[in-house]
Each structure stands twice: as C-alpha cells, then as structure tokens.
C-alpha cells in the first residue's frame, strides 16, 4: 500500500546544511474509505483517493511507517473530521505508535473546528408501538435474542434513561443490621421483593451500604419470612443498618415514562416515552463496547507507549458488565476500570476532550504510567467516577510505577450514575502528581481521594499537590462517610490548600470538607474555604502529625471539627483558622488526652443568643481548655467577614483573625481557568 509522506518544511537558518523537519499527517472522516491514503481532507472528485474511514486504519499506517524505515519522520499527526465513528473494537495504542518525544508527539486531533465523536454504542431504530403498554415502544434485536448482544444502558437524544427500576423514587429499606450472611440473605419489608424476580434470574438489587454499593441479582426468595438470597457474599466492612436499595430490571418495574426494559429471550427492548419525543425520529443508541481506548505498553520489552496527544475527542456510549454472582464495592468503585484505559504509557496528553455517557471510570491510568497531562476535559454522566491514577498495588520495580501526572482545569459533574461511590479524581498507590484549577460536583461520593493504605505502613503515596479546586454537591444524602477530599495512609510531602468545598452532605453520618481518615499522617492542609457540611468541616479519624492552618470553616451543620481516636502521638496542629458557625457544636467526637495542638485560632458562634462566655470546647470553657494546654493565644470574636450570610469571606481590615497572623485567601483563582491562562 501506498504511503506518502507529507514533508514540512522548517523555515530555512542562516547555517545552510540545516536538517528538514518531516511529518506525517493522515485524516480520518466518516465519508472516508480505508482503502484510499488518508492524505487529503476531503475526498478527490475522482474518488480514487482522500480521507481513511477509521481510526483503525490510521493508526496501522502510522505503524506501517515505522516499519518501512521512516523513522526519521519527526512526528505523526492523526486529523478526524467531524461526525460520529462507531467502533466495532476498543483503539489499541502501543508503542509502536509512540511519538519520538515530547516536542514530536502522535498527535491524534479533532480536525480544526470540528467535533469528531468516537461511540462504542449502536444506534437503534425500527421502533412500533407496544400493544400492551400504551405510550411505549418496542424494537426487535436479534443479536440480542441470539445471546451475541445485551446491554444495561441506554440513551435517548444524548440523555441516560433509567433501566426498569422499582421504586421510581426514592429506595426500599433493607430491614435491621447489614446482611452478613455467605450469600447476601436481604430482609426486606413484606411485598417489596417478589418470588417471580428470581425466577426471571436477571432481576437484581442496587444497595447503597454506608460508602459503598453493591449490585446483585436476586436468586431466591422467602415470601413467608420476607427475605431474599443473592448471588454474591457481602464486603465484611461495608454495613449500614436499615440500608437504602431498589430493584433493578424487573419487567413489571417498566410502568414509568423514561424506563426501558430489554429482554434477553426474545429480544425485544421497550421504551416508554417521555412527553414531546418522537421515538421513530429520537437517536436511540445502546453500547457495544465496554472501553474505547486502550494503550498497551511492553513490560517484558521494556517499551512504554510514550507521547502520545489526544485533543478535541468526545468519548461516549460505552456499557458496565456484570458477572454471575454480581458486585460488591469495597470503596470509591474501587473494582471498576476507566473506559480509556492506560497500562506502561509514559508522556502522553489528553487535552480539551469530552468523556460522556460512559459506563465505568472515565480514565484509568494504571500501572506503569507516568507525567501524563490530562487538561481542559469534560467528564460528564458517568457509571463511576472521573479519573482514576495509579493502583491498589503499591509497585516496586521503577518501570511499573504510576507517578507524576497533571490534572488540571477539568470539569467533572454527574459522576457515579451506575457505581454511586465513584470518586471525582481517584489517587492510589501514586505519588507527584498535581490536581488543580478543576471544578468537580454532583456526585454521591468523595470528590478527590488520595491514598490507599489503611494505617501507617510506608506508601508511594506521597508528594500530591491539590489545590484550587472548587469542589460542591457532594453526597446528595445517598451514601456515607465521605469527605470532599479524602485521605488515607502516610502522605508525606501532600499538599491541600487554596481549594473552595462547599455542599458535602451525607446519608447518615459523615459529610465532611477535609477527611483525613484511617493512619493519614505528615499532610498539609492550609488556606481552604469549607462550608456549609453536614457533619464538620475537618474530621480526622486517626493520624499522625497533620498540618491544618489558615483555612475557613463555616456553617457546618452538626460539628464543625471531628477528632475520632485517641493515639499518643499528636494527631495534628491547628492553627491560624476561622471557625465560624450558627448550629451544631465546635468539636464533636473524641478530644481527650490532649494529644494535639491548637492555636492562634479565631471561634465565633454566630446565633443570636449565642455568647463569647457560652462557647464550648468539648464540653469546657475557653479557660478551661486553655489550662489543658489548647488555643492559648486563640480567641472568640467575630471574624468580621464582609458578608457571611452571602459566603462572602473576605475581611475586614480590623478582623481579629487578621491580628493573630491569618493569611487572607483570595478565590479568585479556584477552579477551571480560561485556555489562555493554564500553565
């Protein structure tokens, strides 16, 4: 096959023996033909040449050209017209596809002005009217009929609709203590789960248990003593008395506008419309795929797949799938992969792309990735969460390790759609990387967690940076035990500051601003505004040597400081902070031993009857607290903010906060910065 190589040439030096700069530039488009050369943009009146078809077919011609000795092309890139590609496999990126450096990249790119759209879903049409279920639709699939297709999303004009679901608001309760039984024995109130749902075998219950969830289809059930086996053993850690759930595609469940229902044996998928759509005209498209992209490093080789760019790219309409026995989540949908998934990928960009629709995470940089740069995307309606870097195991071998990536200028929002626990930006055994200027809200769960070590054993975890990020709309009062940003393990080196939380709220207990949890140590925490949370604004379960400095504490709603456990070494220092609130109490939980430091502090309970004299510090006067040793130089008094009760935070210049040393901090700079301004 023929391949010509476009030469670009470097503006001549005054030196005459000057090398020319060489590149390869192919275009993909939907009216294209992987047959032609994929050198022209548009296809050639005679239509014997112009743009290739897919992205497939580009990338094999950019491994062709290694092969065939081009080598000495400088870079590649890949421009894709506008319109939406259906991909019948995920894109495998290896390193033969790698770029030669960071300066000369492969460059996989929306051409100039245009929206390229990479599916993994088909489009479904031949809709008729059902016969017995008025205002709905039916489809026949036979590939679903024959066993070679099934999927559990669906999506309608661009929107997710809601598999057959029972009850269309709100949740059933599961009856008493957290299921422990080997396999899961739900009780359940008589009348809400029904013997026909195990007969059908793919009817399955979706349990919301504290900071987790789980996903189970329903193989028995006692209606005599109202309880229901599943298919799967429960996560010992993961318990909640009187636990939300519902019941998930049951066909009898199908009885709302908006749900769908596809059975298995016949293959028939119902649709029941909502008001002002037209089906028969309507984009219904279904997944195929459960991941689009996939860079493939060499580990026994040695080879990383390296610089490599993706810029302008939506990424959509991929499907979640579920084994017999189902899923049970430990924490933050920590058993679900990126649907742009990355193993052994060094140096790599992906920039100003749009990951939507999807079915799990949105991107997964896993082992053996290191200084990517993910800037200016979009994630948005995800089954889980955003972005997910690094592993659960913690690497030893240099090659394998995940580090140094920059995430910035992000916006992540309507995350956790099918796993309800999925983080906004997932940080395991990972180390040197930097989060910042991104915007991440509504979601069920933690916003940026980072660390993966319950206690105080040595991890790679160390040296992240996160800052001015505006995180908000957390929890939404489905799970709990979260914090807008969460921590665990020895973090040595982590930085948290400048970044404005508000709106964390929790199912039952734990809607938290900063979250240092089980053995978080030598962290510093400074210059953040957190408000208006459900349980504090700064919780510390156990750690060691923390650093909370000049931060804003406000309006949180039942405490506005948490300390859990007792240790003998000093869990952390506060100092130079505004503690600002109208309800609840100051400290809540375990403030004995005094092993702690707190200081220089401004407190003011903002109720009218509320007096300087009535502040309590676990249940003891300022004086008292003072001779244990607490807040010597701290007072309470009005901070003097321009404007509170508008979150307004700024101060006045004769704040006493400002006399005891406090740092204003300006928030202008929080969150998701203009094209023009990332670094």
Partial sequence: MRLRVLLAVVLAAACAGRVQAKTLVLNVATDGNDLWSGELAIPAPSLDDGPLATLAAALNKVREARYQGLSTVDSVTILVRGGTYHLAEPLVLTPDHSGPSAQQPLVISAYPDEKPILSGGRRIAGWRRSVDKPGCWEADLPDVRDGTWYFRQLFVNGKRKVRARTPNAGFFR????SPQDKPIQLKFKAGDIKKEWAEAGDVEVVACLAWADLRMPIRA????????????DPRPSNKEANAQYFI??????????????????????????????????????????????VFRGDF?????????????????????????????????????????????AVGCVIEDCVFTRLGGYGLDLGKGCQGWRVVGNEFTDLGAGGIRIGETTARTDPLEECHGHVV????????????????????????????????IHDLFYTAISVGWNWGYQETPCRDNLIEFNHLHDIGQGLLSDMGAIYTLGIQRGTVIRNNLIHDVHAFTYGGWGLYTDEGSSYITLENNVVYRCKSAGFHQHYGRENVVRNNIFAFNTEHQLMRSREEEHISFTFE?????????DLLGSNWTNNRYRLDNNVYFDGRPEARPDSMRFAGATLAEWQARGHDIHSVVADPMFYNSRAYNFRLNLESPALKLGFNPIDLRRVGVRRKGQRQ
């Fill in 248 to 293: 998930e595609n049951a066909s009898d469940a199908l009885d709302r506008a908006g749900e769908w229902y596809l059975d298995p044996k016949t293959g028939v998928l119902t649709y029941c419309a909502e008001a002002g759509e037209d089906v028969q005209e309507a984009h219904v498209v279904a997944p195929v795929l459960d991941e689009l992209v």
């Fill in 300 to 344: 026994a080789g040695k080879q990383p797949v390296a610089n490599v760019v993706l810029r302008g790219l939506t990424f959509t309409h991929t499907d979640y799938r579920l084994d017999a026995t189902g899923y049970a989540d430990i924490q933050a949908a920590i058993g679900i992969a990126g649907d742009i998934r990355a193993e052994g």
């Fill in 408 to 439: 910035t200028d992000n916006r992540l929002s309507q995350l956790g759609r099918i796993y309800a626990p999925g983080a906004g930006v997932l940080i395991l055994q990972s180390g040197n990387n930097r989060v910042a200027y991104n915007e």
């Fill in 174 to 177: 599961i009856q008493g203590e």
């Fill in 221 to 232: 059930v006692d209606e005599t003593n109202a309880v229901a086996t599943l298919a799967g």
């Fill in 576 to 584: 130079r902070n505004i503690v600002y609130f109208d309800s609840g």
